[in-house]
């Protein structure tokens, strides 16, 4: 994967994917009976995943770009080699500029750390300036409706407030390409509604956005266009509304037209 510097005179999509796969082999840690086996040359060979099989793909300045399929599908791989968590096995990956990832609900978040703490960490994670973290400490904590908890360690926050969070985090600290992956899916309606018009307010200030969610109807109301993965292979890339509506006819059992 390479990474390159944002210029704004540069023509060309931000994120280029190029039959990038992702092959993992099963068990491979299971037991440290195999790793004396795997020692000694004694193992058998474990049986391979394939995660993501040749996957290629461009999202453009001030896209929402939404990634539904099935569990197992290959979703949540993609992003994180979009992050820089894992790398392909095969293929290429260009990303241009920064990327901020929020992969799940309190992922690089620690539990005895407070919602303060956790901020000004996952700031730092992210290469950003001490000023400008703390610049942005009280609006995180404002956004996330977190105030009277933000001095409060994240082991006794609910589920929603981390999740608030989360969100608050990455609608507020710098970035060029945004992943989120099923990170509004245990917040309420009003919160929920306004995250995505803030999604959208990204896009709109030229950012590149990725989306995950099992929630069609976010997904359709947010995104530009749909990349649907299955069995790791893309199946298909369009507009949004006609890729979802083939897909959710898929996971009902209709058979197309």
């Not at 392909?88 to 620690?110: C, D, E, I, N």
């Not at 950003?128 to 977190?146: C, H, M, P, W």
Request: hydrophobic share 40%.
């Amino acid at each position: 994967m390479t990474s390159e510097a944002v210029d704004p005179d540069r023509i060309g999509p931000p994120v280029v994917a190029e039959h990038l796969s992702k092959t993992y082999r099963l068990g491979e840690l299971l037991r440290l009976e195999d790793t004396l086996r795997t020692v000694t040359r004694r193992a058998t060979a474990r049986p391979l995943l394939e995660a993501l099989r040749g996957v290629s793909f461009e999202a453009y300045t001030g896209e929402c770009y939404g990634i539904v399929g099935g569990n197992g599908s290959g979703k949540s791989t993609l992003l994180q080699i979009l992050a820089g968590i894992t790398l392909p096995t095969s293929g290429t990956l260009t990303v241009r500029g920064s990327v901020l990832p929020m992969l799940a609900v309190g992922a690089g978040f620690h539990h005895e750390l407070t919602g303060r703490e956790n901020s000004f960490l996952y700031g730092t994670i992210l290469g950003l300036d001490r000023q400008v973290i703390e610049s942005k400490l009280a609006d995180i904590a404002a956004f996330a409706e977190l105030e009277r908890h933000f001095d409060t360690p994240l082991k006794r926050y609910s589920a929603g407030m981390q999740s608030r969070l989360c969100f608050a985090i990455a609608m507020l600290f710098p970035a060029n390409v945004y992943c989120f992956d099923e990170v509004l899916a245990v917040v309420d309606g009003e919160f929920k509604d306004r995250c995505l018009a803030e999604v959208r307010a990204l896009a709109a200030k030229g950012a590149t956005v990725f989306f995950i969610s099992h929630d069609l109807e976010q997904v359709g109301t947010l995104c530009d266009r749909v990349m649907w993965l299955q069995d790791g292979a893309s199946r298909e890339i369009g507009d949004a509304e006609s890729v979802i509506e083939r897909y959710g006819r898929h996971v009902a059992g209709v058979p197309d037209a």
